[in-house]
């Protein structure tokens, strides 16, 4: 899960995301931002390793968003890609 925002958020959003994440029960988790901050707008992604039941999973961070009290904006602006180790 990826999305944009401007960098002067990030000090807000942080301890949002992180208590979406703490929500989800999951150690795992994680939280990582891109290096480069292009005209000011930060990349963040949120890690889900080893998620056993995918179409689960997607139906509880669905649920942790909606009631998250992440900014309308950022949680219309959230995008999924899914990896797997080769």
């Not at 707008?41 to 039941?53: G, H, K, L």
Request: a positive charge.
């Amino acid at each position: 899960m990826y999305y944009k925002l401007p960098v002067a958020e990030l000090p807000a959003v942080l301890p949002r995301v992180r208590a979406l994440q703490a929500s989800l029960g999951l150690a795992a988790a994680g939280l990582q931002t891109r290096v480069d901050t292009p005209d000011g707008i930060a990349t963040v992604m949120e890690t889900y390793p080893d998620i056993a039941d995918a179409a689960r999973f997607a139906q509880a961070l669905e649920a942790a968003v909606a009631a998250s009290d992440l900014p309308a904006a950022l949680r219309a602006g959230r995008r999924t890609e899914r990896f797997r180790s080769l």
